[in-house]
T-cell receptor, first 114, second 112 residues
């Protein structure tokens, strides 16, 4: 069964360092997303991406964050200069259709900022 | 704004017990409602959905009915199994929007 895969599963970094989280969405999906969950809090939407453009982003997704689809398979989230409060589980997701709640999620990448 | 509130966890039950996990929502527009489940070590998976009032979503013995009058979408199962142990997330998406709005998740543990 097709699945969304994410790497790394866990990354530890120092405050101020750049981090790139990688995702391989399901191959025939066209819409891509990042969500995050800070420990003990709700899963929050960060950004959606379609046709090589951001289609929607949340207030959390400030200038420190960027997303990219560098080739036909990967979808990345970059945090330019990490802060302590960026420590969270980051989930990538993809979907076949726009404006749908039927997303396919990866297992998540846990980011720990020290 | 739009929000989802779930019952506090963790919830611990014995096998074959009846399960209810409460979920209520606040929405500025017309929402579709979802339950997602996250088994240990896995990503969130869609469990069931309902797109309009009075719809009942069902899957794997779980059910939830979209109640517009009470703005609720409670998850139920008549007889839980150990394999149902997971974290359950209630979520909504407003018609025409792109982002899912999640509740805080409810950890369910089923003991044999």
């Amino acid at each position: 069964e097709p699945e969304v895969t994410q790497t790394p599963s866990h990354q530890v970094t120092q405050m101020g360092q750049e981090v790139i989280l990688r995702c391989v969405p399901i191959s025939n999906h066209l819409y891509f997303y990042w969500y995050r969950q800070i420990l003990g809090q709700k899963v929050e939407f960060l950004v959606s991406f379609y046709n090589n453009e951001i289609s929607e982003k949340s207030e959390i997704f400030d200038d420190q964050f960027s997303v990219e689809r560098p080739d036909g398979s990967n979808f990345t989230l970059k945090i330019r200069s990490t802060k302590l409060e960026d420590s969270a589980m980051y989930f990538c997701a993809s979907s076949e259709r726009r404006n749908t709640g039927e997303l396919f999620f990866g297992e998540g990448s846990r980011l720990t900022v020290l | 704004g739009d929000s989802v509130t779930q019952m506090e966890g963790p919830v611990t039950l014995s096998e074959e017990a009846f399960l209810t996990i409460n979920c209520t929502y606040t929405a500025t527009g017309y929402p579709s409602l979802f339950w997602y489940v996250q088994y240990p070590g896995e990503g969130l998976q869609l469990l069931l959905k309902a797109t309009k009032a009075d719809d009942k979503g069902s899957n794997k013995g779980f059910e939830a009915t979209y109640r517009k009058e009470t703005t609720s979408f409670h998850l139920e199962k008549g007889s839980v199994q150990v394999s149902d142990s997971a974290v359950y997330f209630c979520a909504l998406i407003i018609q025409g929007a792109q982002k899912l709005v999640f509740g805080q998740g409810t950890r369910l543990t089923i003991n044999p």
